[in-house]
């Protein structure tokens, strides 16, 4: 036979019955090749197990990652925002758009609330000592303000946040701060510590606590260095009326209202929110202002239940109501 005709023999078989390629295999897990350059050697079993382990840790960090930079799942328990947000609604929460913008008049918002602090230990000797401060006393709001919604006080107003606590510390450096005391079997009582001059936090005044805190969803009203009022269930900012509001009631003649029942400058670096369902709903009414810095984001995608799954809060083009 020709070496012509070999040749052309051999193309048709290669042609006919490819030659198979060699799998690639896979590189150990990067774990165990590190392991391996130390000099560890590991059996068969090991290695699998230490390539799961690092799975789940990447798994894990990257899942945290996600939840403190870009977004995190959130249900409400309760109706304050009703109807535009139901009780047991769920949603995602965007946590990367306020990084580069602010949150504008209307937009709900999610916030970090302060719900309670327990103290939990005192110092010997320390101003909250010598007022009489006591393990298991919760700190709360004045007397005249205490109700069903009761949560934290400090220097005889509510106290919204965890930041909001330690400048009512700060400020009165150097003076006296008043501290109304919630105790088991006593009941409220209001007392008075001195504040060293040097005091940025409740261990300045010898007090540990446990400290709670929760996300808040509610609609931003106002703003820093803005004036609101809410008059007749209408939102009023700078003197005028905001047409945004006008479908909606907001009411500031309920019992216990401390802020906007008349003009009410917004403190700068905080917002003025209100629940849409005003008749039942804790927020800067009762307690104040929410600093800037405790802005988690905004529901931006509901996933329960099914009926209304979807964008939500002018996302994607859906109604911000």
């Given at each position: 036979?020709?070496?012509?005709?070999?040749?052309?023999?051999?193309?048709?078989?290669?042609?006919?019955?490819?030659?198979?390629?060699?799998?690639?295999?896979?590189?150990?897990?990067?774990?165990?090749?590190?392991?391996?350059?130390?000099?560890?050697?590991?059996?068969?079993?090991?290695?699998?197990?230490?390539?799961?382990?690092?799975?789940?840790?990447?798994?894990?960090?990257?899942?945290?990652?996600?939840?403190?930079?870009?977004?995190?799942?959130?249900?409400?328990p309760t109706g304050s925002m009703e109807p535009t947000i139901m009780r047991g609604?769920?949603?995602?929460?965007?946590?990367?758009?306020?990084?580069?913008?602010?949150?504008?008049?209307?937009?709900?918002?999610?916030?970090?609330?302060?719900?309670?602090?327990?103290?939990?230990?005192?110092?010997?000797?320390?101003?909250?000592?010598?007022?009489?401060?006591?393990?298991?006393?919760?700190?709360?709001?004045?007397?005249?303000?205490?109700?069903?919604?009761?949560?934290?006080?400090?220097?005889?107003?509510?106290?919204?946040?965890?930041?909001?606590?330690?400048?009512?510390?700060?400020?009165?450096?150097?003076?006296?701060?008043?501290?109304?005391?919630?105790?088991?079997?006593?009941?409220?009582?209001?007392?008075?510590?001195?504040?060293?001059?040097?005091?940025?936090?409740?261990?300045?005044?010898?007090?540990?606590?446990?400290?709670?805190?929760?996300?808040?969803?509610?609609?931003?009203?106002?703003?820093?260095?803005?004036?609101?009022?809410?008059?007749?269930?209408?939102?009023?900012?700078?003197?005028?009326?905001?047409?945004?509001?006008?479908?909606?009631?907001?009411?500031?003649?309920?019992?216990?209202?401390?802020?906007?029942?008349?003009?009410?400058?917004?403190?700068?670096?905080?917002?003025?929110?209100?629940?849409?369902?005003?008749?039942?709903?804790?927020?800067?009414?009762?307690?104040?202002?929410?600093?800037?810095?405790?802005?988690?984001?905004?529901?931006?995608?509901?996933?329960?239940?099914?009926?209304?799954?979807?964008?939500?809060?002018?996302?994607?083009?859906?109604?911000?109501?």
């Amino acid at each position: 036979m020709a070496e012509e005709d070999i040749t052309a023999a051999q193309d048709r078989v290669r042609r006919r019955w490819p030659l198979r390629r060699k799998r690639k295999e896979s590189k150990p897990p990067w774990i165990v090749r590190l392991l391996r350059r130390r000099g560890v050697r590991l059996s068969r079993r090991a290695a699998w197990a230490l390539g799961w382990l690092e799975t789940l840790v990447v798994a894990g960090a990257a899942a945290a990652l996600i939840i403190t930079f870009v977004t995190v799942r959130m249900t409400v328990p309760t109706g304050s925002m009703e109807p535009t947000i139901m009780r047991g609604d769920s949603f995602f929460v965007d946590r990367i758009s306020y990084y580069f913008t602010q949150p504008d008049i209307g937009d709900v918002i999610v916030f970090w609330h302060l719900t309670e602090v327990r103290i939990t230990d005192i110092s010997p000797g320390s101003p909250a000592d010598e007022a009489g401060l006591r393990e298991g006393d919760w700190l709360v709001p004045p007397v005249a303000d205490i109700s069903p919604f009761t949560q934290t006080g400090l220097a005889g107003e509510p106290v919204p946040s965890v930041r909001t606590l330690r400048r009512r510390i700060e400020e009165a450096q150097g003076a006296a701060l008043e501290a109304t005391v919630l105790r088991e079997g006593v009941g409220p009582y209001t007392t008075t510590m001195e504040v060293p001059d040097d005091a940025t936090d409740l261990s300045g005044l010898g007090i540990r606590a446990s400290i709670s805190q929760q996300r808040y969803v509610k609609r931003l009203i106002a703003t820093g260095g803005q004036t609101v009022e809410l008059r007749n269930g209408q939102v009023w900012v700078d003197g005028e009326r905001v047409d945004d509001f006008t479908d909606h009631t907001y009411r500031g003649d309920l019992p216990r209202v401390r802020y906007g029942a008349s003009p009410t400058e917004v403190p700068e670096g905080h917002y003025f929110v209100l629940g849409d369902n005003t008749n039942n709903s804790y927020d800067s009414r009762y307690w104040g202002f929410v600093p800037v810095e405790e802005l988690i984001g905004a529901p931006f995608f509901r996933v329960w239940p099914f009926g209304r799954f979807g964008p939500m809060n002018g996302y994607f083009w859906s109604s911000r109501w």
